[in-house]
């Protein structure tokens, strides 16, 4: 779906938008990985910032099934950095529902952070249950199961080096 080449030159993209709009801040910069989905396009995207910056991770599940609309987000790995006072960048691989992320933007807010924004690589709009505002967004993508560049299936593939389709799978393992 995204070749390595595309992803790339997105990301360089990101990168210079979010040092162009955080260039004059005096407040710290911690740029939040959500794992495990999004530590590649973290790892690209923080060195495409030319900016000082702290990295820092949280882990997250998502419980309740397509039967239950309230759904319950837990964090499994909470942030080492503390965020009052600070610009907050959260990176996300993908949004779906937006479910996870509504949670965590509320959790993060209640910290008293000076801003809080959101980049993800990916969004499928088509899926949204939830309404969230998201500052930088890589490329939307229509509803299909997507995998590669961080993003998994059953823990695996994650290392592909691009994005591709589930259906696709056959061609990947020959
Ligand atoms: P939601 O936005 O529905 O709360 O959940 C988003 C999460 O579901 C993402 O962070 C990701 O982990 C997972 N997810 C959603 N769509 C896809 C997809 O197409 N492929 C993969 N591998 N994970 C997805
Ligand atoms: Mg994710
Ligand atoms: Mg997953």
């Given at each position: 779906m995204l070749t390595e080449e595309q992803i790339a030159a997105r990301v360089a993209e990101l990168g210079a938008q979010i040092t162009k709009d955080f260039k004059d801040v005096?407040?710290?910069i911690i740029v939040v990985c959500l794992l495990k989905g999004s530590i590649i396009f973290m790892a690209d995207l923080c060195?495409?910032?030319e900016l000082p910056l702290k990295m820092d991770f949280m882990t997250v599940s998502s419980y309740g099934n397509e039967f239950v609309s309230t759904r319950e987000v837990k964090i499994k790995k909470d942030l080492d950095e503390?965020?009052?006072?600070k610009h907050v960048i959260v990176v996300e691989?993908?949004?779906d529902s937006?479910?996870?992320l509504k949670t965590?933007?509320?959790m993060l807010g209640h910290r008293g952070p000076k801003s809080v924004s959101l980049c993800t690589l990916l969004n499928k709009p088509s899926r949204r249950e939830v309404e969230i505002d998201v500052q930088y967004i890589g490329f939307e993508i229509e509803d299909e199961f997507v995998l590669g560049y961080g993003l998994?299936?059953?823990q695996e593939y994650r290392n592909i080096p691009y994005v591709g389709i589930m259906g696709n799978l056959d061609e990947l393992e020959d």
């Open positions: 005096e407040e710290d060195r495409k910032i503390n965020i009052m006072g691989d993908i949004i937006g479910n996870t965590v933007l509320k998994d299936y059953m």
